[in-house]
């Protein structure tokens, strides 16, 4: 196997590291989202204040993911012309 290769290999195991924390990120909103609905039924304000707090977090970690996302994106067409030049 080329560097290249070895690199781009490298690129692809990073690009799924990330999806799969995009995918637990989302899970977790998905979840925070529930204990919101939860304490709204329940009439619990300050769950209500601490879920919300803890499910902007979750949207700034997601929004942070989607930028690594794009940037393994970039890196990856990088490495691509990188090869041509042997490895």
């Not at 990120?25 to 977790?28: E, I, K, Q």
């Given at each position: 196997m080329s560097t290249t290769q070895e690199i781009q290999q490298a690129l692809q195991q990073t690009g799924a590291g990330v999806s799969q924390a995009l995918a637990a990120?989302?899970?977790?909103k998905a979840k925070a989202e529930q204990a919101i609905a939860q304490s709204v039924a329940l009439g619990g304000r300050d769950?209500?204040?601490?879920?919300?707090?803890?499910?902007?977090?979750?949207?700034?970690?997601?929004?942070?993911?989607n930028g690594s996302r794009e940037k393994v994106i970039q890196v990856a067409a990088r490495a691509r012309p990188a090869g041509g030049g042997g490895g």
């Open positions: 990120a989302n899970a977790a769950v209500i204040a601490e879920f919300t707090a803890l499910k902007n977090a979750i949207n700034e970690l997601i929004a942070s993911l």
